[in-house]
T-cell receptor, first 115, second 112 residues
Framework: DSGVTQTPKHLITATGQRVTLRCSPR?????VYWYQQSLDQGLQFLIQ???????AKGNILERFSAQQFPDLHSELNLSSLELGDSALYFC??????????????FGEGSWLTVV | AQSVTQPDIHITVSEGASLELRCNYS??????LFWYVQSPGQGLQLLLK??????LVQGIKGFEAEFKRSQSSFNLRKPSVHWSDAAEYFC??????????FGKGTRLSVIA
Protein backbone atom coordinates (compact mmCIF):
# COMPACT_ATOMS: atom_id res chain seq x y z
CA ASP A 1 0.00 0.00 0.00
CA SER A 2 1.63 3.23 -1.21
CA GLY A 3 -0.55 5.47 0.95
CA VAL A 4 -2.00 7.25 -2.09
CA THR A 5 -5.75 6.73 -2.33
CA GLN A 6 -7.75 7.10 -5.51
CA THR A 7 -11.49 6.95 -6.05
CA PRO A 8 -13.38 5.62 -7.84
CA LYS A 9 -11.46 2.50 -8.85
CA HIS A 10 -13.64 1.92 -11.89
CA LEU A 11 -15.94 4.20 -13.80
CA ILE A 12 -18.02 3.69 -16.92
CA THR A 13 -19.61 6.69 -18.56
CA ALA A 14 -20.97 7.84 -21.90
CA THR A 15 -19.38 10.10 -24.47
CA GLY A 16 -19.96 13.76 -23.81
CA GLN A 17 -20.24 13.31 -20.08
CA ARG A 18 -18.08 14.74 -17.30
CA VAL A 19 -16.39 12.84 -14.48
CA THR A 20 -14.29 13.71 -11.46
CA LEU A 21 -11.47 11.55 -10.18
CA ARG A 22 -10.30 12.05 -6.63
CA CYS A 23 -6.91 11.55 -5.03
CA SER A 24 -5.68 11.70 -1.45
CA PRO A 25 -1.88 11.91 -1.28
CA ARG A 26 0.31 10.22 1.27
CA UNK A 27 0.29 11.84 4.66
CA UNK A 28 2.63 14.82 4.61
CA UNK A 29 3.15 14.90 0.84
CA UNK A 30 2.55 18.30 -0.71
CA UNK A 31 3.00 17.44 -4.38
CA VAL A 32 0.36 15.63 -6.39
CA TYR A 33 0.79 14.38 -9.93
CA TRP A 34 -1.71 13.03 -12.42
CA TYR A 35 -0.76 10.55 -15.11
CA GLN A 36 -2.75 8.88 -17.86
CA GLN A 37 -1.92 5.35 -18.96
CA SER A 38 -3.27 4.06 -22.23
CA LEU A 39 -2.21 1.20 -24.47
CA ASP A 40 -1.06 3.40 -27.32
CA GLN A 41 0.46 6.32 -25.40
CA GLY A 42 1.94 4.61 -22.37
CA LEU A 43 2.30 6.63 -19.17
CA GLN A 44 1.77 10.31 -19.91
CA PHE A 45 2.22 13.06 -17.35
CA LEU A 46 -0.78 15.35 -17.18
CA ILE A 47 -0.29 17.89 -14.42
CA GLN A 48 1.42 18.54 -11.07
CA UNK A 49 0.25 20.55 -8.08
CA UNK A 50 2.30 21.61 -5.12
CA UNK A 51 0.59 22.84 -1.97
CA UNK A 52 -2.45 24.00 -3.89
CA UNK A 53 -0.71 25.62 -6.82
CA UNK A 54 -0.15 24.29 -10.30
CA UNK A 55 3.54 23.52 -10.67
CA ALA A 56 3.95 21.74 -13.99
CA LYS A 57 1.78 20.92 -16.94
CA GLY A 58 2.23 18.06 -19.35
CA ASN A 59 0.06 16.62 -22.07
CA ILE A 60 -3.23 17.63 -20.52
CA LEU A 61 -6.13 18.36 -22.84
CA GLU A 62 -8.10 21.59 -22.50
CA ARG A 63 -11.16 19.46 -21.70
CA PHE A 64 -9.35 18.27 -18.59
CA SER A 65 -8.66 20.30 -15.48
CA ALA A 66 -7.39 19.64 -12.00
CA GLN A 67 -7.05 21.31 -8.65
CA GLN A 68 -5.53 20.69 -5.27
CA PHE A 69 -7.50 21.70 -2.21
CA PRO A 70 -6.29 23.13 1.13
CA ASP A 71 -6.41 19.67 2.68
CA LEU A 72 -4.07 18.61 -0.17
CA HIS A 73 -6.41 16.18 -1.84
CA SER A 74 -6.71 16.64 -5.57
CA GLU A 75 -9.37 16.19 -8.19
CA LEU A 76 -9.03 15.62 -11.91
CA ASN A 77 -12.03 16.74 -13.93
CA LEU A 78 -12.57 15.24 -17.36
CA SER A 79 -15.30 16.78 -19.51
CA SER A 80 -16.83 16.25 -22.94
CA LEU A 81 -15.51 12.74 -22.76
CA GLU A 82 -14.53 10.90 -25.90
CA LEU A 83 -13.92 7.21 -26.51
CA GLY A 84 -10.20 7.90 -26.64
CA ASP A 85 -10.21 9.16 -23.07
CA SER A 86 -10.70 5.61 -21.86
CA ALA A 87 -7.60 4.91 -19.83
CA LEU A 88 -6.16 4.27 -16.41
CA TYR A 89 -5.60 7.52 -14.55
CA PHE A 90 -2.96 7.51 -11.85
CA CYS A 91 -2.43 9.93 -9.06
CA UNK A 92 0.95 10.10 -7.38
CA UNK A 93 2.43 12.13 -4.57
CA UNK A 94 5.82 13.15 -3.26
CA UNK A 95 7.23 15.16 -0.38
CA UNK A 96 7.81 18.90 -0.25
CA UNK A 97 9.37 20.81 -3.10
CA UNK A 98 13.01 21.62 -2.80
CA UNK A 99 14.12 18.33 -1.43
CA UNK A 100 16.24 16.41 -3.85
CA UNK A 101 15.76 12.75 -4.28
CA UNK A 102 12.05 12.66 -3.60
CA UNK A 103 10.35 9.44 -4.47
CA UNK A 104 7.03 9.63 -6.25
CA UNK A 105 4.49 7.11 -4.94
CA PHE A 106 1.56 6.00 -7.06
CA GLY A 107 -1.99 5.11 -6.24
CA GLU A 108 -3.72 2.11 -7.76
CA GLY A 109 -5.41 4.17 -10.41
CA SER A 110 -8.90 4.91 -11.61
CA TRP A 111 -10.08 2.92 -14.60
CA LEU A 112 -12.21 5.08 -16.88
CA THR A 113 -14.20 3.50 -19.67
CA VAL A 114 -16.06 5.80 -22.05
CA VAL A 115 -18.79 4.08 -24.08
CA ALA B 1 14.22 16.91 -23.72
CA GLN B 2 14.18 14.06 -21.27
CA SER B 3 13.37 10.64 -22.60
CA VAL B 4 13.55 7.02 -21.57
CA THR B 5 13.90 4.09 -23.94
CA GLN B 6 13.11 0.54 -23.01
CA PRO B 7 14.14 -1.37 -26.12
CA ASP B 8 12.38 -4.61 -25.26
CA ILE B 9 8.60 -4.55 -25.43
CA HIS B 10 8.18 -8.13 -24.26
CA ILE B 11 10.60 -10.62 -22.70
CA THR B 12 9.96 -14.24 -21.80
CA VAL B 13 12.21 -16.07 -19.36
CA SER B 14 12.09 -19.42 -17.68
CA GLU B 15 11.49 -19.60 -13.96
CA GLY B 16 14.84 -19.68 -12.19
CA ALA B 17 16.68 -18.02 -15.04
CA SER B 18 18.40 -14.67 -14.75
CA LEU B 19 16.82 -11.49 -16.01
CA GLU B 20 18.06 -8.19 -17.37
CA LEU B 21 15.71 -5.43 -18.51
CA ARG B 22 17.30 -2.60 -20.43
CA CYS B 23 16.76 1.09 -19.92
CA ASN B 24 18.47 4.00 -21.64
CA TYR B 25 17.79 7.61 -20.78
CA SER B 26 18.41 11.09 -22.07
CA UNK B 27 18.47 13.79 -19.42
CA UNK B 28 20.13 17.17 -19.31
CA UNK B 29 20.92 17.32 -15.63
CA UNK B 30 21.98 14.77 -13.04
CA UNK B 31 19.35 12.09 -13.40
CA UNK B 32 17.39 10.42 -10.70
CA LEU B 33 16.41 6.99 -11.99
CA PHE B 34 13.64 4.67 -10.96
CA TRP B 35 12.24 1.27 -11.76
CA TYR B 36 8.56 0.59 -11.12
CA VAL B 37 6.61 -2.63 -11.53
CA GLN B 38 2.94 -2.92 -12.45
CA SER B 39 1.09 -6.18 -11.97
CA PRO B 40 -2.08 -6.70 -14.01
CA GLY B 41 -4.84 -4.42 -12.80
CA GLN B 42 -2.59 -2.86 -10.19
CA GLY B 43 -0.84 0.43 -9.62
CA LEU B 44 2.84 1.18 -9.95
CA GLN B 45 5.08 -0.13 -7.20
CA LEU B 46 8.56 1.28 -6.71
CA LEU B 47 11.24 -1.40 -7.06
CA LEU B 48 14.33 0.74 -6.59
CA LYS B 49 15.82 4.15 -7.21
CA UNK B 50 19.17 5.76 -7.88
CA UNK B 51 19.97 9.25 -6.72
CA UNK B 52 23.71 9.28 -6.16
CA UNK B 53 26.57 7.27 -4.69
CA UNK B 54 27.03 3.59 -5.32
CA UNK B 55 26.03 2.89 -8.90
CA LEU B 56 24.68 -0.56 -8.03
CA VAL B 57 21.43 -0.22 -6.15
CA GLN B 58 19.43 -2.90 -4.44
CA GLY B 59 15.68 -2.95 -4.44
CA ILE B 60 12.79 -4.99 -3.23
CA LYS B 61 11.95 -8.54 -4.34
CA GLY B 62 15.61 -9.34 -5.07
CA PHE B 63 16.01 -6.81 -7.89
CA GLU B 64 19.05 -4.66 -8.49
CA ALA B 65 20.00 -2.06 -11.06
CA GLU B 66 23.26 -0.56 -12.20
CA PHE B 67 23.69 3.05 -13.26
CA LYS B 68 26.23 3.50 -16.04
CA ARG B 69 26.68 7.17 -16.84
CA SER B 70 28.93 6.53 -19.83
CA GLN B 71 26.24 4.42 -21.45
CA SER B 72 23.25 6.44 -20.16
CA SER B 73 21.81 3.19 -18.94
CA PHE B 74 20.07 1.90 -15.84
CA ASN B 75 19.43 -1.79 -16.42
CA LEU B 76 17.40 -3.88 -14.04
CA ARG B 77 18.58 -7.34 -13.08
CA LYS B 78 17.47 -10.31 -11.05
CA PRO B 79 19.58 -13.48 -10.68
CA SER B 80 16.66 -15.92 -10.48
CA VAL B 81 13.18 -15.08 -11.69
CA HIS B 82 10.05 -16.33 -9.95
CA TRP B 83 6.68 -16.82 -11.62
CA SER B 84 5.30 -13.99 -9.47
CA ASP B 85 7.68 -11.57 -11.20
CA ALA B 86 5.53 -11.64 -14.34
CA ALA B 87 4.42 -8.04 -14.75
CA GLU B 88 5.10 -4.82 -16.64
CA TYR B 89 8.28 -2.99 -15.72
CA PHE B 90 8.79 0.72 -16.19
CA CYS B 91 11.98 2.72 -16.08
CA UNK B 92 11.65 6.43 -15.27
CA UNK B 93 13.88 9.47 -15.01
CA UNK B 94 13.41 12.74 -13.17
CA UNK B 95 15.07 15.23 -10.91
CA UNK B 96 13.51 14.08 -7.67
CA UNK B 97 10.74 16.63 -7.24
CA UNK B 98 9.58 17.09 -10.80
CA UNK B 99 7.34 14.85 -12.86
CA UNK B 100 8.88 11.59 -13.94
CA UNK B 101 9.31 10.66 -17.57
CA PHE B 102 8.55 7.01 -18.16
CA GLY B 103 9.62 4.52 -20.74
CA LYS B 104 7.01 2.53 -22.65
CA GLY B 105 7.53 -0.46 -20.39
CA THR B 106 8.71 -4.03 -20.79
CA ARG B 107 6.28 -6.86 -20.27
CA LEU B 108 7.86 -9.85 -18.55
CA SER B 109 6.42 -13.31 -18.98
CA VAL B 110 7.72 -16.22 -16.92
CA ILE B 111 7.39 -19.79 -18.14
CA ALA B 112 7.85 -23.00 -16.22
Amino acid sequence: DSGVTQTPKHLITATGQRVTLRCSPRSGDLSVYWYQQSLDQGLQFLIQYYNGEERAKGNILERFSAQQFPDLHSELNLSSLELGDSALYFCASSAEQGRSGNTIYFGEGSWLTVV
Amino acid sequence: AQSVTQPDIHITVSEGASLELRCNYSYGATPYLFWYVQSPGQGLQLLLKYFSGDTLVQGIKGFEAEFKRSQSSFNLRKPSVHWSDAAEYFCAVGSGNTPLVFGKGTRLSVIA
